[in-house]
């Protein structure tokens, strides 16, 4: 009986110890997973950012080189009007150093009904450009009568980090537009 007992605690402190052993293997390569994981996540973090910076660097070179277009994807008369998605692929506006080209649709009219027109004008010289560098990127602003009687101001809110811009076009005898879009270079 002694000797079963002997065998039997035998086997059991074996088992105990070969399970132990087995747990810290497994707890050795999971920590070694962990850290690997760990390392990989900060690595793919790291370039996200370095992607994130060289694209803000990217659109601050755009607008102070005065070589960048704006496609706009969506347009909507303020302060509450409908929201209208923009398909036409020939509407932009591209402002060069010595010229802003501009073809966008309006919304003429204070009241209802509003009758749509096409902006359709190369404009060899703007007045008032200013960009002024945000926190969020940039405020470039400038006006035109757009050949006619009327002074329009273009408003455009460019997003550096988010990489979308917002232009306002607006006038003293109609209600604002407001476009939204991207900035790509020329």
């Not at 926190?135 to 408003?155: A, E, K, P």
């Not at 455009?156 to 270079?185: C, D, H, K, M």
């Amino acid at each position: 009986m002694k000797r079963s007992s002997i065998i039997t605690f035998s086997i059991i402190v074996v088992l105990i110890a070969g399970i132990t052993i087995s747990i810290e293997a497994q707890s050795d390569a999971t920590a070694t997973k962990s850290a690997t994981r760990t390392a990989q996540q900060e690595a793919r973090q790291q370039r996200r950012a370095e992607r994130l910076a060289k694209y803000e660097r990217f659109v601050d070179s755009l607008v102070l080189s005065h070589n960048y277009r704006f496609v706009p994807q969506t347009m909507q008369q303020l302060p509450a009007g409908m929201m209208r998605n923009l398909m036409n692929p020939e509407y932009e506006i591209i402002v060069w150093t010595d010229a802003v080209d501009v073809c966008l649709p309006y919304l003429k009219g204070y009241t209802p009904p509003y009758y749509p027109v096409v902006f359709n004008y190369v404009l060899p010289s703007v007045e008032g450009y200013t960009a002024e560098q945000t926190n969020d990127g940039w405020h470039v602003t400038f006006r035109s009568t757009m050949f006619s009687s009327t002074d329009y101001t273009f408003s455009l809110e460019i997003y550096s980090r988010y990489g979308g811009a917002l232009l306002t076009l607006s006038s003293p005898f109609y209600n604002s537009v407001q476009y939204t879009g991207n900035l790509f270079a020329i």
